[in-house]
């Protein structure tokens, strides 16, 4: 359940957007509050117009005083109106631009494990939803808010200045008309929010599922993403309804209580005039300032269920933004140079009370070899988002010379480590973009030598743009080990000094594998982390772990592991096994 948001918090919320501009915000909107309370002169002036017209006994030159004031009160009024509003409408298109930018920034800044939380869809819902509300907010106060607020307040004045009786009378009028909004407003608000996270479901799931496209026409999932996809319109369709039959209920009540005391104000006006205690110019102004209070609820009636559906997707936004997690995980120590990883004692789980890596100690030393080995699900790949400090251990240390990895600045460990995930990911780019990506360098020979460690020059020759060939949209136009290929070109051009392979030979033939292990192999100065179901392309690492649930079992050279005669030769024998069938 969604903690509750209040008034309070929605303003602040509303204001740290403004808070780049407040100077200017609090000046035009100055401006614009004068140019209203100007704007509420003419009528006054148009009711001695009408008494001078009915009971000409002033002269002609007070009519035309007069005239000249009716005139230049309408044209400041409205010229300051005009002009604040203008202005105001051009922060507002500023503080959206920020809005979105810097939202975008802080969810891309969240940590990984703040990222799997929630689809990505859903969070750019939420920002987007977010910002175009914080626009719909804007263009509401400027033109509307401002303007029937002001001028109410303005009014009220004008008729406790007339009679007592008229300003008690609008005064319980507007309670009891704001009365009823609100206990209408409080159901609808309940339902926007329903609305908004359903929305937020579908739009995340049709995210989902146009970015997992060709998986899902490979599996026949077509008519199943329908169905959830239907599923999930059916229930925004259904809260829609739901919301509809609700503000018809509210229009009914709120126009009855508007016509009764409407009805009620016409006879307090009707029997003063008939005692001569009114003139007939101030019953015409009465009807356009009554006029003007009914704009103001009308506008409160239809603009509430705005600013309800605002408020919620203000929440839903702010919630986000709140949710992203302080960077406590980033250090400040830039990492220049190193010589020792040690994990000691690790322990994590993707989620509370889950222990993926259990007590988990390695010593990584710099120009090392490792493989990695174990059963899918023991956690290979966890171990190497731990490193990449993609997550921090939920017990335990990882101590990079003398610094835990809390204290390190992520960048400077990023910078030192080059990762080849188990499924590589390439941009609809060039091949040669692909590889260069990863590297503010432009170094031809680097790359050159990238391609041919990786043996992706091969798969660069088939091609008729050679290097310039466009990868489609998540690299489908090539082979998944052509693609792996590329993987290990862009982290070869990274040129870092530690190299991280996640099973990133795995769709190759054996004889491509060996000859890009070997290549590896021959990289000076490298400190290689690898792991793969192959145990021969392990064969020339410094050490090898074993890992079965989380948990290091067996640690050493092959040679060495195979001697011990434990699992890890138990599975080299498997793999032989096969090999020879
Ligand atoms: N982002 C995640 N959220 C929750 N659980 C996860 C996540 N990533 C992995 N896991 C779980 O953690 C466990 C270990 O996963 P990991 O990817 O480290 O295994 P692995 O040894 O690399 O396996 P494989 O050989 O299949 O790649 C698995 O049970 C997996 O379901
Ligand atoms: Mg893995």
Redesign the pocket.
């Known amino acids: 359940m969604e903690k509750k948001y209040s008034n309070t918090q929605f303003i602040k919320d509303f204001f740290y957007f403004v808070r780049n501009h407040k100077a200017k915000f609090i000046f035009f909107s100055i401006i614009l509050t004068l140019g209203i309370l100007i704007g509420l002169l003419p009528p006054l002036i148009l009711a001695e117009i009408i008494n001078f017209f009915i009971d000409n006994t002033k002269g002609i030159n007070h009519f035309y005083f007069l005239l000249i004031g009716f005139l230049t009160s309408t044209m400041i009024g409205y010229s300051l109106i005009s002009f604040s509003k203008y202005k105001l409408e051009i922060l507002s298109n500023k503080m959206q631009n920020e809005l979105k930018v810097s939202s975008f920034e802080k969810i891309i800044s969240g940590s990984l494990a703040w990222q799997?939380k929630e689809k990505t869809g859903n969070k750019l819902e939420r920002i987007n939803a977010g910002e175009k509300d914080f626009q719909k907010l804007m263009g509401l106060y400027i033109h509307k808010g401002m303007g029937n607020i002001i001028t109410t307040l303005g009014v009220l004045g004008i008729f406790a200045f007339f009679g007592l009786k008229y300003l008690i009378l609008t005064v319980i009028f507007l309670f009891t008309y704001l009365y009823f909004e609100k206990i209408f407003n409080k159901k609808m608000s309940l339902i926007s929010l329903k609305l908004k996270k359903a929305k937020e479901e579908s739009s995340g799931s049709s995210f989902e599922i146009s970015s997992t496209i060709s998986t899902i026409k490979s599996l026949g999932l077509e008519s199943h993403s329908q169905k959830k996809i239907f599923g999930l319109e059916d229930n925004i369709l259904k809260l829609k309804n739901e919301r509809r039959m609700a503000s018809t209920k509210k229009w009914y009540v709120v126009t009855f209580i508007q016509s009764l005391f409407f009805a009620l104000f016409l006879f307090l006006v009707g029997s003063d005039i008939a005692k001569g205690i009114l003139t007939i110019g101030i019953f015409v102004v009465y009807i356009d300032y009554f006029k003007k209070l009914h704009n103001f609820l009308a506008m409160v009636s239809l603009e509430s269920n705005r600013v309800i559906d605002v408020k919620s997707s203000f929440n839903r936004m702010m919630g986000l933004l709140r949710s992203i997690p302080e960077i406590k995980e980033e250090g400040a120590h830039n990492l220049e140079s190193w010589k020792k990883i040690n994990f000691k004692g690790v322990s994590f789980g993707?989620?509370k009370n889950e222990k993926?890596l259990k007590n988990f100690n390695l010593e990584i030393n710099k120009g090392e070899k490792i493989g990695v080995v174990?059963f899918?699900?023991?956690?290979?790949?966890?171990f190497f988002k731990l490193l990449l400090k993609l997550y921090l251990p939920s017990k335990g240390k990882i101590i990079i010379d003398d610094k835990k990895i809390q204290e390190i600045k992520r960048d400077s460990l990023l910078h030192k480590i080059s990762y080849v995930p188990?499924d590589v990911e390439l941009f609809n780019l060039s091949i040669k973009d692909n590889v260069k990506i990863s590297s503010k360098a432009n170094n031809l020979k680097k790359y050159n030598a990238s391609l041919s460690t990786s043996l992706t020059d091969e798969v660069i020759k088939k091609l008729p743009l050679n290097d310039l060939t466009i990868l489609g949209e998540k690299g489908t136009r090539i082979s998944g080990g052509e693609k792996q290929r590329i993987g290990i070109a862009r982290a070869l051009y990274k040129d870092s000094e530690i190299l991280i392979l996640d099973?990133a030979t795995s769709n190759l033939d054996f004889n491509t594998e060996k000859k890009i292990q070997n290549n590896l192999n021959k990289l000076k100065n490298k400190t290689l982390i690898v792991s793969a179901h192959r145990l021969s392309t392990l064969q020339n690492m410094d050490k090898i772990i074993y890992?079965e649930k989380g948990t290091i079992i067996e640690q050493g050279s092959f040679k060495e592991l195979l001697k011990n005669k434990g699992k890890f030769y138990k599975l080299w024998q498997k793999n032989k096994a096969k090999k020879k069938n």
Do not use: A, R
């Open positions: 799997d993707y989620n993926i174990g899918s699900g023991s956690g290979k790949s966890t188990q099973e890992l």
